[in-house]
């Protein structure tokens, strides 16, 4: 089992920056990738970077390359998405997610944290 936390979220206007934090527990050491999904008010869930544990190799999803960073700190077990250059589409409660295979699905969820964009 692999727990998930995030914090870092809030309002933020046009252009502005936020960092979202996700703190892991657990069987960390068993996990393969780590990643951030949003969902916005009614659209469905979606991708938006991932970090594989071990090697620290990433993916975006198109909207967001060359505004998000996705990092990690293996140290604290604890993973990141900087955000730059916001727009109000990026407004979503955004989640952390782990799996334990890239073979398996995102199994471990956090709760969520809100982000705004005001324009």
């Known amino acids: 089992q692999v727990q998930v936390v995030e914090s870092g979220g809030g309002l933020v206007q046009t252009g502005g920056s936020l960092r979202l934090s996700c703190a892991a527990s657990g069987r960390t050491f068993s996990t393969y990738d780590m990643g951030w999904f949003r969902q916005a008010p009614g659209k469905e869930r979606e991708f938006v970077a991932a970090?594989?544990?071990?090697?620290?190799?990433?993916t975006y999803a198109n909207p967001v390359k060359g505004r998000f960073t996705i990092s990690r700190d293996n140290a604290k077990n604890t993973m990141y998405l900087q955000m730059n250059s916001l727009k109000p589409e990026d407004t979503a409660v955004y989640y952390c997610a782990a799996r334990l295979s890239y073979l398996q699905a995102y199994d471990y969820w956090g709760q969520g944290t809100q982000v705004t964009v005001s324009s």
């Open positions: 970090i594989n544990w071990s090697v620290g190799s990433t």
